[in-house]
Nanobody, 123 residues
Framework: QVQLVESGGRLVRAGDSLRLSCVGSGRTFSTDAMGWFRQAPGKEREFVGGISWAGSRAYSDSVKGRFTISRDNTENTVYLQINTLKAEDTAVYYC?????????????????WGQGTQVTVNS
């Protein structure tokens, strides 16, 4: 069974940093593009950023400069480092994988999804 499992979400203070992890199992994701998305209360799920199998990264304008995505293909894991957290970063964060090398922002282009991890930022 193919799975993506996110972890690392918790209650934090504004200005803190946090690292989220997403571990894949059931198949190798080393040649997949991996994406991070988030869904804030009452809002649509949105693209945060992604990383190709070769390490090329793309970010949404709203998080550029504060979010960093990395991956460890030997561990089938992708990370999302979030710095200088803001109240508006409060959301459920999801990782997703697509069976292609390119990072895309459209959710429908992703084949596998995790269940999400909650990040809550207290201001």
């Amino acid at each position: 069974q193919v799975q993506l499992v996110e972890s690392g979400g918790r209650l934090v203070r504004a200005g803190d940093s946090l690292r989220l992890s997403c571990v894949g199992s059931g198949r190798t994701f080393s040649t997949d593009a991996m994406g991070w998305f988030r869904q804030a209360p009452g809002k649509e799920r949105e693209f945060v950023g992604g990383i190709s199998w070769a390490g090329s990264r793309a970010y949404s304008d709203s998080v550029k400069g504060r979010f960093t995505i990395s991956r460890d293909n030997t561990e089938n894991t992708v990370y999302l480092q979030i710095n200088t957290l803001k109240a508006e970063d409060t959301a459920v964060y999801y990782c997703a994988a697509r069976r292609d090398y390119r990072v895309l922002s459209q959710q429908t282009q992703y084949d596998y999804w995790g269940q999400g991890t909650q990040v809550t930022v207290n201001s």
